[in-house]
């Protein structure tokens, strides 16, 4: 997919885990190293999007931080599609170490639908594992520089193809790409799971 950057938004302040999320022992690797294992091959290059560039330096990738500093995830997601060298950039949190590569392969496929390709399981998007279009910058910023900062506050301004639950569930029945590990409580549950 030579169109396609994946960019792993790694600049949140985990705030909730006490220590950055990114670093934190997953499966006996640091959490970071396990998203990317699960993101290997799926663009024509990776990036890193964090507020310490120097942390992520020892892998070897791209790191950039925000073009319009503290406006949250929707500024790191700006943030991405702006620095990709793509013309669409997936999008997902480093704190995601359950991703399924066939959803997100199935996410890619569909690239060319829309300007958003975005999960929906119930009712609830998930735009930190969505695919966006440089056709995203122009709104995004309008909305950064208004301070309305609700990731998807500039839907209405763009095509959005939802990615269904029941779409989502012949690759992934229960969901559990979309879990979080935001706290230490999270990342006990999740070593009692493996």
Not at 52 to 76: E, I, K, R
């Amino acid at each position: 997919m030579q169109d396609v950057t994946v960019a792993i938004m790694a600049g949140g302040k985990s705030s909730r885990m006490g220590t950055n999320k990114a670093f934190v022992d997953f499966q006996g690797r640091p959490m970071i190293e396990v998203v990317l294992a699960r993101v290997s091959g799926l663009g024509a290059e990776t990036i890193l999007i964090a507020n310490q560039p120097a942390a992520f330096a020892h892998l070897g990738l791209p790191v950039f931080t925000d073009v319009l500093p503290d406006n949250g995830p929707l500024g790191g997601i700006y943030t991405a599609v702006y620095h990709a060298s793509t013309p669409y950039t997936l999008v997902l949190a480093c704190d995601m170490p359950w991703l399924n590569p066939a959803l997100l392969a199935y996410q890619l496929d569909l690239r060319h639908t829309a300007d958003v390709v975005v999960p929906r399981w119930d009712k609830y998007p998930e735009p930190l594992h969505a695919v966006y279009s440089q056709a995203c910058l122009p709104p995004i910023e309008a909305n950064l520089r208004a301070q309305r900062l609700k990731i998807t506050g500039f839907f209405g301004q763009v095509a959005v193809r939802f990615v269904e639950r029941e779409e989502i569930e012949k690759v992934d029945r229960n969901g559990r790409s979309f879990a979080n590990v935001n706290t230490p409580e999270d990342l006990h549950n999740a070593k009692l799971d493996e």
